[in-house]
Nanobody, 120 residues
Framework: QVQVVESGGGLVQPGGSLRLSCAASGSAVSMNAMGWYRQAPGMERELVAEITRGGSINYADSVKGRFTISRDNAKNTGYLQMNSLKSEDTAVYYC??????????????WGQGTKVTVSS
């Protein structure tokens, strides 16, 4: 079984920074694609940033120039560096990880979410 766990959320002041992590473990042997999504209260979940299987990186317009997505293939871990945070970035952030298991099958799992609150 594959576990996907996010960490790094918390309370930060406007203009501050946070780095979120997303680790795939258990039977996962690779993370070929990953995406960070967020859901604010009363809103639908939206894509924030993603690394596709082909290696392309995409960002939502609202975070371009402020957020950076990256991954460490050796650790099956992805990251979202968030700088110049704004109050409107407040949300629960979810990671979606896709890759291969030790049995040669594909996995596609979501983490449980980590809360980010931007407030003074």
């Amino acid at each position: 079984q594959v576990q996907v766990v996010e960490s790094g959320g918390g309370l930060v002041q406007p203009g501050g920074s946070l780095r979120l992590s997303c680790a795939a473990s258990g039977s996962a042997v690779s993370m070929n694609a990953m995406g960070w999504y967020r859901q604010a209260p009363g809103m639908e979940r939206e894509l924030v940033a993603e690394i596709t299987r082909g290696g392309s990186i995409n960002y939502a317009d609202s975070v371009k120039g402020r957020f950076t997505i990256s991954r460490d293939n050796a650790k099956n871990t992805g990251y979202l560096q968030m700088n110049s945070l704004k109050s409107e970035d407040t949300a629960v952030y979810y990671c979606r990880a896709q890759g291969r298991t030790r049995w040669g099958t594909d996995y596609d799992y979501w983490g449980q979410g980590t809360k980010v609150t931007v407030s003074s």
